[in-house]
Nanobody, 121 residues
């Protein structure tokens, strides 16, 4: 079992930055693939980024967001720069085994409760 707790959301102006963090329980954190997804109002949950030994990004955030992990601290972070109003969403941290189909939310077994990010224009 893995429990995930996100933090770092908030309100920011367009062009600004935020850093989200996700703290994970468990002693085998380093063996999990970690991902970030988001759900904007009225939309489906969308893949944002994932990290294994490599990093992967959704097209809408490439070049602006950076995912990283600290296995010693059991944390995964999402640095979000050049934020746009369309980045407004609830952001979720997720964990899974394996490295296939990283953008598919159905492949993730564990989810955090989400943290709200609001970008004003």
């Amino acid at each position: 079992q893995v429990q995930l707790v996100e933090s770092g959301g908030g309100l920011v102006q367009a062009g600004g930055s935020l850093r989200l963090s996700c703290a994970a329980s468990g002693r085998t954190f380093s063996t999990y693939t970690m991902g970030w997804f988001r759900r904007a109002p009225g939309k489906e949950r969308e893949f944002v980024a994932a990290i294994t030994f490599f990093t992967y990004y959704g097209d809408s955030v490439k070049g602006r967001f950076t995912i990283s992990r600290d296995n010693a601290k059991n944390t995964v972070s999402l640095q979000m720069n050049s934020l746009k109003p369309e980045d407004t969403a609830v952001y979720y941290c997720a964990a899974r085994r394996g490295t296939s189909n990283l953008a598919q939310q159905q492949s993730y077994n564990y989810w955090g409760q989400g943290t709200q990010v609001t970008v004003s224009s």
